[in-house]
């Protein structure tokens, strides 16, 4: 059975960090892209980082140079880190995986954790 958990979501202020981490169970990362989505209330689901086996990686242009998404295999554990963070960045922001062609439509998801970010 596959398990992502959440964790590290919170509230912050306009320029401030956080970082995101997801535990995984039933799957590992060093075979799987890992990703992570988010959603604004009102607002469609966006995927905003993704890694792929190999370490490769992607970011919506939203978030290039300010979020970078990484790995750790023998933890597996994927971990968000949110830089420069402002208002339009809050929202549940959920971790997922699946296998390399499935990325971007992942069958695998955590539970979500809340970002807040205040102006």
């Known amino acids: 059975q596959v398990q992502l958990v959440e964790s590290g979501g919170g509230s912050v202020q306009a320029g401030g960090s956080l970082r995101l981490s997801c535990v995984a169970s039933?799957?590992?990362?060093?075979?799987?892209?890992g990703a992570w989505f988010r959603q604004a209330p009102g607002k469609e689901r966006e995927g905003v980082a993704f890694?792929?086996?190999?370490?490769?990686?992607s970011y919506a242009d939203s978030v290039k140079g300010r979020f970078t998404i990484s790995k750790y295999n023998s933890k597996n554990t994927l971990y968000l880190q949110m830089n420069s963070l402002k208002p339009e960045d809050t929202a549940m922001y959920y971790c997922?995986?699946?296998?390399?062609?499935?990325?971007?439509?992942?069958?695998?998801w955590g539970q979500g954790t809340q970002v807040t970010v205040s102006s």
């Open positions: 890694i792929w086996s190999d370490s490769s990686n």
């Open positions: 039933g799957l590992s990362y060093s075979n799987r892209c």
């Open positions: 997922a995986a699946d296998w390399w062609s499935r990325c971007r439509e992942p069958n695998y």
